[in-house]
Each structure stands twice: as structure tokens, then as C-alpha cells.
């Protein structure tokens, strides 16, 4: 049965990556992109991206979670701008600073069963790159990013300052 599966995994990895190798010079300035995106454990979720006004990029990160009495949501957004690009034919890189924000709350109960509200607020300031190619003919974008946060946790009890360094990365399909 394992051997039957893995047999199927590659032969359909192996369809997939002739076809994306054998097709004509493939088509990477699609403007809209949906996919993962992600910093962290704080925020991250769905995303989306419109890369028509280059090299300024535009995305938007959400994500909407209840759980009886857990709750997590977050929304997020950034501009970012390429300080370097390269078209090539079968990919396009890019290097980019980036300027995000967002915002989270979360509800969950604590040690002694109390339920416990806290909001987020945050931004930051990054630098990451991406590297989009063809697979299967779908546009395919990876990124990554670094950068420096900061923000106020507040909760019923008590508001406090967050800082630090995140590490950010994402998959895109474009159309």
C-alpha cells in the first residue's frame, strides 16, 4: 500500500515537473496572488497580494478561528518595495523592504478556567525577497523576511510593549 502511494506521488510529481519543464517560456507578470503567509506564531493566515503597481506590493494577511471558548482573529496588511528585481526567463526574483501592520484577538481561558481577552497591535519594518517560477504552469511564488516588530499587548489586567525580531514566509499562487 506505501509503496503504491509513493509510486503515485512521483509519477504525478514527475508529469507535473515535465510539463512546467517542456512548456513555452511561462507567463510570471500575473497581478493577484492568494497563498500562506506567516510571522511567527503571532500572526499569519490566508493572503493575498496585488503586485500590478510594481515594484510597490500591496498584501493583506487574515485569519478567522472560533473554537467553543477559544478564539483567535488577525488581520494584517504591508506595502512593500522592490529594490531589486530580475526577470528571467523561466523565474523573476525580487529583494524588497516592507512595511506591515496588524492587529489580533485572542480569547481563551487560562489556568483557573477564566476567560482571558487580549488584543494586539503591531507593525514592523522587514526586508525579504521572493522567488517566483512555473509549476505546472500555475505561477509560484516563495518568500521570506526578517525584520523588527513592536507593538502593545493589552488584556483586561494589565497593557504592556512587545519588541522583537520576526521571521516571516509564504507561498503564492499568482493569477
Known amino acids: 500500500m506505501t509503496r503504491t502511494i509513493f509510486c503515485l506521488i512521483c509519477i504525478f510529481a514527475g508529469i507535473t515537473l515535465s510539463f512546467s519543464v517542456q512548456a513555452q517560456e511561462p507567463d510570471l507578470t500575473k497581478n493577484f496572488g492568494i497563498g500562506l503567509q ?18 510597490v506590493y500591496l498584501q493583506t494577511v487574515g485569519r478567522f478561528i472560533l473554537n467553543d471558548q477559544n478564539s483567535d482573529h488577525m488581520l494584517g496588511g504591508g506595502v512593500s518595495y522592490a529594490i531589486f528585481e530580475h526577470h528571467g526567463r523561466w523565474h ?79 507561498i503564492h499562487a499568482y493569477f
Request: hydrophobic content about 35%; cysteine-free.
Open 92 to 170: 523573476r526574483s525580487r529583494l524588497y523592504f516592507t512595511l506591515e501592520g496588524g492587529w489580533r484577538y485572542k480569547k481563551e481561558p487560562d489556568l483557573r478556567d477564566e476567560i482571558v481577552k487580549s488584543t494586539t497591535l503591531g507593525g514592523g519594518l522587514a526586508f525579504g525577497g521572493e522567488l517566483v517560477f512555473s509549476l505546472g504552469g500555475i505561477p509560484l511564488g516563495l518568500n521570506i523576511g526578517v525584520g523588527q516588530g513592536f507593538g502593545r499587548e493589552k488584556t483586561e489586567l494589565q497593557s504592556k510593549g512587545i519588541a522583537g525580531v520576526y521571521v516571516g514566509m509564504g
Open 38 to 55: 506567516g510571522a511567527t506564531s503571532e500572526f499569519g493566515g490566508v493572503s493575498f497580494r496585488y503586485t500590478g503597481l510594481a515594484p
